[in-house]
């Protein structure tokens, strides 16, 4: 994923896609993280998983 590599912004290096920030891809991991999240609490409260 282009998103996962952050380390890039701070050593200067240009961005794989033009017009990408710092913020945009922490606010992309972001959602994708929530996303994972909610969908993994819905799969373990419909299976009874506790």
Do not use: C, H
């Not at 994923?1 to 890039?8: E, S």
């Not at 999240?37 to 419909?46: K, Q």
């Amino acid at each position: 994923m282009v998103n996962l590599q952050l380390t890039n912004y701070l050593s200067g290096v240009a961005p794989p896609i033009e017009g990408m920030t710092l913020l945009s891809s922490v606010l992309i991991l972001f959602v994708w993280w929530l996303v994972a999240l909610i969908v993994s609490f819905m799969v373990f409260i419909r299976k009874d998983v506790y």
